[in-house]
């Protein structure tokens, strides 16, 4: 892996040191300049779990991906630059308790000075710093988070209406990027697919976040919320205005 021009893409420096404070920041710098989007997906155009395929699309087309993308992109690149990293598996639910498919999402687990944390720059709005599986609380822009531990699963909680709801379920089992080809393909082709049905861009900015959801654009900056439709013709000046994606990468 080409680790400069990897932080060249998300915009960060090289250091020697593996601390948490450094590890928020390359998480932080990812979530800024790295989208969450599915236009593969919509398009048509296969996703192949490679880490070579997969640094082409992200770091040299300046593309973003889904979870299995991003995640497991970001989990060789820590482990590249020496941090303990490795990618795990989640069951996702939605506020009612009820679950998605199961074992679908891909995320990262950081053992780092003898505690481990949850990083994830693959699930939309949600936490933007390295999560401790200890259970402390974490508030950041997007909200407040914990990890909560059932007898099974390590549960990744938010706070809504002052109840903690529970976001997706996952065990410390280390999987390969690979044991997540069938959840992709399914997620790449599913008419129930939450990917397949419209298309999808969102990247997280320090005070905020922008949303792209087929024809409608939605801009939140801390309290703030906005959203306006636009006309095909400029989907491709929006997707390089605000996700900074050229047409000639899809």
Not at 75 to 87: D, N, V
Not at 157 to 174: A, D, M, V
Not at 232 to 242: G, P, S
Request: aromatic share 12%.
């Amino acid at each position: 892996m080409n680790i400069e021009r990897y932080l060249e893409r998300i915009h960060a420096v090289f250091k020697q040191e593996r601390t948490l404070v450094y590890l928020t920041y390359l998480q932080q710098q990812h979530l800024f300049h790295i989208p969450f989007e599915n236009l593969d997906v919509v398009y048509k155009k296969e996703i192949v779990l490679n880490e070579d395929v997969l640094f082409h699309k992200i770091i040299e087309k300046n593309r973003g991906g889904f979870c299995y993308e991003l995640n497991s992109l970001f989990c060789a690149f820590l482990q590249e630059i020496g941090f303990q990293a490795k990618l795990l598996s989640a069951t996702v639910q939605d506020e009612q308790g009820k679950a998605f498919r199961e074992e679908s999402h891909a995320t990262t687990l950081v053992l780092l000075n003898g505690k481990e944390y949850l990083v994830d720059v693959g699930f939309g709005d949600s936490v933007r710093q390295p999560l401790p599986l200890s259970g402390e609380m974490v508030r950041d822009v997007s909200g407040t988070h914990r990890i909560s531990k059932s007898q099974q699963h390590f549960c990744l909680q938010k706070k809504l209406n002052g109840k903690w709801i529970t976001k997706y379920l996952f065990s410390t089992e280390e999987k390969a990027a690979d044991s997540f080809k069938e959840a992709c393909i399914f997620t790449q082709t599913s008419p129930t697919s939450p990917f397949t049905g419209r298309r999808i861009v969102t990247i997280a900015t320090p005070r905020g976040r922008v949303t792209l959801s087929d024809n409608t654009l939605t801009i939140a900056h801390e309290e703030t919320k906005t959203k306006k439709t636009f006309k095909e013709d400029q989907f491709f000046h929006i997707l390089q205005t605000y996700f900074h994606i050229p047409s000639s990468s899809l």
